[in-house]
T-cell receptor
Framework: GNSVTQMEGPVTLSEEAFLTINCTYT??????LFWYVQYPGEGLQLLLK?????DKGSNKGFEATYRKETTSFHLEKGSVQVSDSAVYFC???????????????FGKGTHLIIQP | NAGVMQNPRHLVRRRGQEARLRCSPM?????VYWYRQLPEEGLKFMVY????????ESGMPKERFSAEFPKEGPSILRIQQVVRGDSAAYFC??????????????FGPGTRLTVT
């Protein structure tokens, strides 16, 4: 079956530090890959996505590249801010399902803490 | 365009009572997904519905849990005879039929169920 593994947290960084959160996946076919962010007490918000190999998703200074050869989708940001403190989830959806079938498979989440 | 709406945001039930969680998808979305987030864990897929149809309920516990998405009105996740282990955040997501666009799900703010 499908699975997503991401680095465990919490990850604590100082403001303006470089961020990497690792994510690897196991899936059949050609899945789409996502990063979601969850702020305290809120639901998940889509941060970025990539739908095929070598695609780079980017948003709000965050980037992730879909690497099929290493089955990875690592999240990076060059200079983090205190407001980036949240829980980040890597997720995949099956690539061979027509019509939007099936749910997303999520990693366990990485709690990111940015200190001023 | 209003986002995915869930209510109530917080729900407290005693053991043995019933819990009903409601989800109104985004306008124009005909696919609804329910996920459960246990403390310190990622989201787990429960069920996927279209109007009047359950498409995939592979993540639903076999007993006490049911879901529906009627022709009119919100989707309902129903938990009968709740137990303490049902305490969790329950998230609803919706999507248009757009798997060709990479299958993006939009999440609601969640319902936090506490069983006492």
């Amino acid at each position: 079956g499908n699975s997503v593994t991401q680095m465990e947290g919490p990850v604590t960084l100082s403001e303006e530090a470089f961020l990497t959160i690792n994510c690897t996946y196991t899936a059949t076919g050609y899945p789409s890959l996502f990063w979601y962010v969850q702020y305290p007490g809120e639901g998940l918000q889509l941060l970025l996505k990539a739908t095929k190999a070598d695609d780079k998703g980017s948003n709000k200074g965050f980037e992730a590249t879909y690497r099929k050869e290493t089955t990875s989708f690592h999240l990076e940001k060059g200079s983090v801010q205190v407001s980036d403190s949240a829980v980040y989830f890597c997720a995949l959806s099956p690539g061979d399902s027509g019509g939007g079938a099936d749910g997303l498979t999520f990693g366990k989440g990485t709690h990111l803490i940015i200190q001023p | 365009n209003a986002g995915v709406m869930q209510n109530p945001r917080h729900l407290v039930r005693r053991r043995g009572q019933e819990a009903r969680l409601r989800c109104s998808p985004m306008k124009g979305h005909s696919h609804v997904y329910w996920y459960r987030q246990l403390p310190e864990e990622g989201l787990k897929f429960m069920v996927y519905l279209q109007k009047e149809n359950i498409i995939d309920e592979s993540g639903m516990p076999k007993e006490r849990f049911s879901a529906e998405f009627p022709k009119e009105g919100p989707s309902i996740l129903r938990i009968q005879q709740v137990v303490r282990g049902d305490s969790a955040a329950y998230f609803c997501a919706s999507s248009p039929v757009s798997w060709l666009a990479g299958y993006e799900q939009y999440f609601g703010p969640g319902t936090r169920l506490t069983v006492t």
